[in-house]
């Protein structure tokens, strides 16, 4: 069964950093391009960001740029998220996911509907 496990979240004062972590069992990342979203109490799930499965490429979320960076560990079979600068506006639930094609290998895109295999959350606080 693949399952996808976040990590990493909890409560951070503003200017703070966290470090999430999603993990594979069941299956190796090794392939799959890993996007990272969040949803926010009352709002739409939206995309922070994303990597492709060879690593190679990277996107952000405006609000997120120089800020946060996402990496793979294929050896871990992690991909992380570094969060620094952390503000209030970035509280939200974190979710990774992934998903496999040979498309992703070079691109990534911070759709949600992109990806079919969905972790199940970690709650990131952000206040004084």
């Known amino acids: 069964q693949l399952q996808l496990v976040e990590s990493g979240g909890g409560l951070v004062q503003p200017g703070g950093s966290l470090r999430l972590s999603c993990a594979a069992s069941?299956?190796?990342?090794?392939?799959?391009?890993i996007g990272w979203f969040r949803q926010a109490p009352g709002k739409e799930r939206e995309g922070v960001s994303c990597?492709?499965?060879?690593?190679?490429?990277?996107n952000y979320a405006d609000s997120v740029k120089g800020r946060f960076t996402i990496s793979r560990d294929n050896a871990k079979n992690t991909v992380y998220l570094q969060m620094n600068s952390l503000k209030p506006e970035d509280t939200a639930v974190y979710y990774c996911?992934?998903?496999?094609?040979?498309?992703?290998?070079?691109?990534?895109?911070?759709?949600?509907?992109?990806?079919?295999?969905w972790g199940q959350g970690t709650q990131v606080t952000v206040s004084s």
């Open positions: 996911a992934a998903v496999t094609s040979r498309l992703w290998e070079a691109m990534c895109l911070m759709y949600s509907h992109v990806y079919n295999n």
């Open positions: 069941g299956f190796t990342l090794r392939g799959y391009a």
């Open positions: 990597i492709s499965s060879s690593g190679g490429s990277t």
